[in-house]
């Protein structure tokens, strides 16, 4: 949207900021249920405080039933980052 001039880059981070901050307290206090992920670990790197995990095979597993996906990106960062 940037790029087509739809916003302009400032109100653009804004927007990640505020989604990143709503979707952190969604997952605190909405989110009941826990995930186990298996798979076989392809590519992992940090890189600015951000952990990006590649898993192939990965079998996902909760107390509703297991899935098998071929691929998963998992990227994690400290949440206390959102705030600064």
Not at 47 to 71: H, P, R, Y
């Amino acid at each position: 949207m940037v790029s087509n001039g739809y916003l302009n880059r400032e109100l653009a981070i804004q927007v990640l900021i505020q989604f990143d901050k709503s979707m952190k307290e969604a997952l605190e206090t909405e989110v009941k249920s826990k995930v186990s992920i298996k798979g076989h670990l392809h590519t992992y790197r940090f890189c600015d405080n951000v952990w990006t995990f590649i898993l192939q095979n990965a079998q996902l597993k909760s107390d509703e039933g297991a899935e098998t996906i071929d691929s998963v990106k998992i990227v994690a960062c400290d949440s206390k980052l959102l705030t600064q």
